[in-house]
């Protein structure tokens, strides 16, 4: 089916159409009304969730001590297999002491590790674990007796290996250690 456009409009149509409008006269179009400037885009929901940070800090869901503060501790002395270390970070063998550094200053906990693991040697004792912290309350230095542990074991000959504990014997805040048998 084709299409037809309109049909033309005769004379008498267009002449009896005048008569019935009238006298027409062209409308002039009104300037648009100023539109306000629109306000800054301001960033609500950021504002919204630092507010909330107060708050959530006081109810946390979560244990910040269970959070690890800095890297696990892992050493193994030069001569043996490393299939020693992967048996130590597993937990595969059993803490026979423990020494707890909680609330000592460097001093102090120096002359302990030391007195510890030559009591450790004495008893005849393969394996222990030294509970240093994780250093939640160190300045930006760091945790100070992790890393004063860390330096100590590396320089004793009586120390085989030595890696951080696994999460249910104090993880980052601890290490067990394997002595020479």
């Known amino acids: 089916m084709k299409r037809r456009g309109p049909a033309p409009i005769s004379d008498d149509d267009a002449r009896l159409f005048r008569e019935a409008v009238g006298e027409v006269r062209p409308i002039e179009a009104d300037a648009p009304p100023p539109t306000a400037p629109k306000p800054a ?3 609500r929901m950021f504002e919204a969730d630092e507010a909330a940070v107060p708050g959530e800090l006081l109810d946390m869901a979560f244990d910040p001590a269970s959070l690890e503060v800095g890297e696990e501790l892992a050493y193994l002395r030069e001569g043996y297999p490393p299939k020693l270390l992967r048996q130590l970070k597993r937990g595969q063998y059993s ?3 423990v ?3 909680h609330q000592m200053n460097a001093a102090a906990a120096q002359a302990s ?3 510890f693991l ?3 040697r004495r008893q005849g004792l393969r ?3 030294i509970i240093h912290g994780k250093g939640l309350r160190s300045k930006a230095a760091g945790p100070v007796l992790k890393a004063l542990t860390d330096r100590l074991l590396r320089r004793r000959d009586d120390v085989v290996a030595f890696a951080s504990a696994r999460p249910a014997q104090g993880g980052t805040g601890a290490v067990v250690v394997l002595l020479r048998g």
Do not use: H
Request: a negative charge; glycine letters at 0%; proline letters at 11%.
């Open 41 to 43: 885009p301001r960033p």
């Open 95 to 97: 803490v026979q002491d």
């Open 99 to 101: 020494l707890d550094l």
């Open 113 to 115: 590790i030391a007195d």
């Open 118 to 120: 030559a009591e450790a």
């Open 127 to 129: 394996c222990v674990r």
